[in-house]
């Protein structure tokens, strides 16, 4: 899905040697130019305006003209767009068991950019169809059993979703032995039925559901955010942020020397997502044992609790561990408190500044621990085994941080505030970063790389890896 | 005829792995499809895979002798899962020491186990039973309406 030209060799319609790459976030709609040259991409300008939520591609005509002004390269360069404005892209993700195709199901949904807006395992319950009519998802993902696997479940989930009153998009990548049944009972809805997520328990196959979610994506649902009027002026569709994120990452660490194992925290207002790329330990079957399904070679997670402002509060609540003494935590609920009724609240003293920082680290320390897998190690009559659970993070030698508080923060600073933690709850091993590099996205260009890198995938993450870098030294 | 599923592996904290490369080889050329789980497996990931592989029966290996207190509870969690009725197979060195194997069969059988195998079982002959009591086992789910 999402092809890019492995030869990074510009598409037909860049020959001018310029793009502008847009993104539409929540709260900021950014878009730079970039020039392309001798296969180097280069920033020419930035600008941002506050999203015009009423009317999405307002304000991409308001940054389009500003960057045209005066720049006859700019008025010819093709146009490039996400967007994650509007909720995003809201997903449903209907599973069996948690750990095998609802953790699938949730794993492939946010490899394609979705905001898993709930998971329901099992058997679906009238309850449970009158919750995703409240939600109004744009998709339901509905997955469960391997092939020739379970049955049951798969049917009573389809005859549950025939009873809701909303209409979302259903996706059917569960047991194939299902997908004409559910294909033919779900007929009022719009569904597309795909290969199975997870075909058999050792084999996972996410790609044909994330291509499908991508197609709705584009064809139907930038319709509902007002998207689809952009269309005539991209060169490409207008794609889901954390999609186009995802890629690059992927691109990233197969193209740039260097960063073959890398993470990269996006600290928002409201999440925190974690990618990471290029993990894993070889499990032998015997000193090893490696459970549940194997780790993909890009991984996304997001925290919905933890995050600067909408979810300061939560995030208080859900790290106090990390503060430990009880004034600090509650100074930093009361900050919480404070900067949650202003999303766009930036800090305007230096007191603020300092606890904006403990919140930051907090959000990363615990974004990049939930991210990371597990080890423990057990004693057996035949000697020890390490059971591994999850990505091993032990090999990543790079971290970025982006967002908005991130990119404007010295990353020595930062990297003395997080503290990662060495053990769980469980006294589980928790396989983060050793000693990595600290990286940020100054200027906060991840979003308008990633996209100038649709065009120019070599180019864009060559660019993207000097920036980064170039902060460091 | 459609191949019955089944899902394998050895449990508890044991890493006995030759064993179940031979079973997995084995039930395979007889015509099952296998689902092998291999070492150190829990009760609930025996059950997990049973239920997403839509899996006739579990096939419980345990070899280093602390088998009665990994085994204990199978059949109830079963039940408490939803797949009660699922045919639970048990073998191996399953307690420590020189026992009457109808002393070890009774105990197993106590925990919910179908059948019970020593070290020395026959493979053909529990792949015949397999084979039996799959099908005695196979009423059509699913699709049908």
């Known amino acids: 899905m999402n092809p890019m030209d492995p ?31 001798k296969g180097i991409l280069e920033l020419v300008r930035r600008v941002t305006v506050p999203t015009t939520v009423s009317h999405l591609p307002k304000g991409v005509h308001e940054l389009l003209a500003e960057l045209r002004r005066g720049s006859p390269t700019a008025t010819e360069c093709p146009v490039i767009c996400s967007s994650s404005a509007k909720g995003g892209l809201s997903v449903v993700a209907v599973g069996i068991v948690p750990d095998l195709t609802l953790a699938m199901a949730r794993q492939t949904a946010l490899s394609a950019g979705a905001r898993i807006s709930r998971v329901f395992a099992y058997e679906l319950t009238e309850e449970d169809v009158r919750a995703i009519d409240a939600i109004g998802p744009d998709i339901v993902l509905l997955t469960g059993g391997t092939d020739g696997g379970n049955r049951e479940y798969v049917e009573r989930n389809c005859r549950m979703l025939t009873r809701l009153a909303g209409r979302p998009h259903i996706v059917y990548a569960g047991n194939r032995t299902m997908a004409e049944f559910a294909a033919n009972h779900l007929g009022g809805f719009s569904v597309v039925v795909t290969d199975n997520i997870l075909p058999d328990l050792d084999t996972p196959n996410p ?43 992927r691109t990233l660490s197969t193209s740039v020397p260097g960063w073959s194992r890398f993470c990269l ?14 993990t894993g330990t070889v499990a032998d079957g015997q000193r090893i044992v490696q459970k549940g399904p194997p780790p993909p070679p ?3 997670t997001v925290e919905g609790d933890l995050g600067m402002r909408v979810s300061a509060p939560a995030a208080v609540e859900a790290q106090r561990a990390f503060w430990g003494d009880e004034a600090t935590i509650a100074d930093m609920t009361s900050h919480a408190a404070t900067v949650s009724r202003n999303p766009g609240h930036i800090a305007k003293s230096e007191a603020e500044r300092t606890r904006d920082r403990n919140l930051a680290a907090a959000c990363v320390s615990g974004a990049l621990a ?26 990543v030698e790079t971290v970025v941080g982006s967002g908005g508080f991130l990119a404007s923060e010295d990353p020595a600073t930062m990297e003395a505030l997080i503290h990662l933690p060495e053990r769980d709850e469980q006294n589980r091993a928790v396989l983060l970063p050793q000693n990595p590099r600290w990286y940020r996205d100054r200027e906060n260009l991840l979003p308008l790389f990633a996209n100038a890198a649709r065009l120019f995938p070599h180019a864009a993450c060559a660019a993207t890896a000097n920036h980064w870098k170039g902060d460091a030294a | 005829m459609e191949a019955h599923t089944i899902v394998l592996g050895v449990i508890g904290s044991d890493c006995h792995a030759v064993g179940n490369k031979i079973l997995e080889a ?31 029966a579990i096939l419980v290996s345990s070899l280093y002798g602390h088998g009665e207190i990994d085994c204990a509870g199978f059949r109830d969690r079963c039940i408490e899962r939803g797949v009660g009725d ?13 026992h009457d194997p109808a002393e070890v069969e009774t105990l197993y059988r106590s925990m919910g186990y179908d059948r019970i195998f020593g070290p020395d079982a026959d493979l053909d002959a ?17 699709t049908s309406r």
Request: proline share 4%; hydrophobic share 45%.
């Open chain 1, 265 to 278: 925290v996006d600290l928002g207002g409201a999440t925190t997502d974690v990618y990471s790329a290029g």
């Open chain 2, 26 to 56: 084995f039930f395979s050329d007889r015509g099952f499809r296998v689902i092998n789980l291999g070492v150190m497996v829990s009760q609930d990931e025996f059950i997990d895979a049973a239920i997403e592989t839509g899996a006739a």
């Open chain 2, 86 to 98: 699922i045919i639970l197979y048990v073998g191996g060195n399953l307690v420590i020491g020189k």
């Open chain 1, 7 to 37: 030869s990074g060799a510009p598409a037909p319609h860049s020959a001018d040697n310029s793009v502008i790459a847009v993104d539409i976030g929540s709260t900021w709609t950014k878009a730079a130019q970039f020039s392309h040259q």
């Open chain 1, 370 to 395: 939930r991210h990371a897998g597990r080890i423990r190690e057990v004693f057996t009559p035949q000697g020890a085994v390490w059971v591994l659970t999850g990505s091993d993070l032990r090999g």
């Open chain 1, 298 to 300: 890009v991984l996304r």
């Open chain 1, 207 to 249: 790609e044909p559901a994330r291509a499908a979610i991508r197609a709705i994506f584009i064809r139907s649902i930038t319709h509902g955010k007002g998207l689809d009027e952009l269309r005539s002026l991209t060169a490409e569709p207008v794609e889901p942020t954390p999609l186009v994120v995802y890629e690059f990452v």
């Open chain 2, 126 to 142: 529990v792949a015949d039973l397999l084979a039996c009591d799959c099908a005695a086992k196979a009423v059509p789910t699913g």
